[in-house]
């Protein structure tokens, strides 16, 4: 899937400057779901990712693995980035669909945010592991 591999590598190699060409890789009116965020079009995908570079030190992503098949792929990912000069990590994937042109069409991240993000942050770490804890089976 060469369209895939030429997305995972913009997305490797992505910071401020590469972002402009992003309407190489989705399609004007794509779905992009994560965690936060569940919008639609170029412009709101490209402001998400804006936003990201305004709230993050070093962001990067190191893709893990891909597989594609169809229309469809899925990759794994690390995220990467310092908050405050405090360096964090978040595991996840991502299941792509793409047009015929070989654009995103839709984008859907998975990851935990309780365990991969707020557990890992200051004052609300101690809770969220707590809770967790709440709801952690006690038999195996």
Same mark, same amino acid.
């Given at each position: 899937?060469?369209?895939?591999?030429?997305?995972?590598?913009?997305?490797? #190699?992505?910071? /401020?400057?590469?972002?402009?060409?992003? !309407?190489? &890789? $989705?399609?004007?009116?794509?779905?992009?779901?994560?965690? =936060?965020?569940?919008?639609?079009?170029?412009?709101?995908?490209?402001?998400?990712?804006?936003?990201?570079?305004?709230?993050?030190?070093?962001?990067?992503?190191?893709?893990?693995?891909?597989?594609?098949?169809?229309?469809?792929?899925? #990759?794994?990912? /690390?995220?990467?980035?310092?908050?405050? !000069?405090? &360096? $964090?990590?978040?595991?996840?994937?991502?299941?792509?669909? =793409?047009?015929?042109?070989?654009?995103?069409?839709?984008?859907?991240?998975?990851?935990?945010?309780?365990?991969?993000?707020?557990?890992?942050?200051?004052?609300?770490?101690?809770?969220?592991?707590?809770?967790?804890?709440?709801?952690? #089976?006690?038999?195996?």
């Amino acid at each position: 899937m060469q369209h895939l591999d030429r997305l995972l590598d913009w997305y490797g #190699a992505l910071d /401020r400057s590469s972002l402009e060409r992003i !309407g190489e &890789f $989705y399609s004007p009116e794509a779905l992009f779901k994560d965690p =936060f965020n569940d919008i639609k079009g170029l412009r709101s995908i490209r402001a998400i990712f804006a936003h990201m570079f305004e709230t993050t030190e070093d962001p990067r992503f190191v893709i893990l693995e891909r597989m594609g098949q169809g229309e469809q792929a899925f #990759a794994t990912w /690390r995220f990467e980035f310092r908050l405050k !000069g405090r &360096f $964090y990590t978040v595991l996840g994937a991502t299941h792509f669909r =793409f047009d015929a042109a070989g654009l995103v069409t839709e984008h859907r991240d998975y990851w935990d945010a309780a365990e991969e993000l707020w557990q890992k942050l200051p004052v609300i770490g101690g809770p969220v592991k707590w809770l967790r804890g709440k709801f952690r #089976a006690t038999t195996y």
